[in-house]
C-alpha cells in the first residue's frame, strides 16, 4: 500500500498562525494597570517608569496614565553607547 495519495497531496501549507505582535497603545493614549502597551520578541522596546515587562517581553502598565515613549542612551559593560527606545507611564 502506498504511503503517499497519488496526485492532489502535498507536502507544503504548514504556516504558523500569526502572533499579533506591536505596539497595541500608542503615545499620548490614556492606559488602565495591567493594559498590554507593546507585544514583542527580544527587548526592542525598554520599560521605563510604571512599565513592567512581562515573561514573554510584553510591556504593560503598572499605574493609569498616559503613555509615553523616549530615547535614552544605554551604555555596555565595554564603554560602548547606543540609544534605546523606552517607553514610560505618567
Known amino acids: 500500500m502506498a504511503h503517499t495519495k497519488a496526485k492532489g497531496s502535498t507536502k507544503l501549507g504548514r504556516d504558523s498562525e500569526a502572533k499579533r505582535l506591536g505596539v497595541k497603545k500608542f503615545d499620548g ?35 493609569s496614565g498616559s503613555v509615553k515613549f523616549a530615547e535614552k542612551k544605554r551604555s555596555h559593560f565595554d564603554g560602548s553607547r547606543k540609544f534605546v527606545r523606552v517607553v514610560s507611564v505618567r
Not at 36 to 62: E, M, W
Request: proline content about 6%; overall charge positive.
Open 29 to 63: 493614549e490614556i492606559v488602565n494597570p495591567g493594559e498590554i502597551i507593546i507585544r514583542q520578541r527580544g527587548s526592542k522596546f525598554y520599560p521605563g517608569l510604571n512599565v513592567k515587562r512581562g515573561r514573554d517581553d510584553t510591556l504593560y502598565a503598572l499605574k
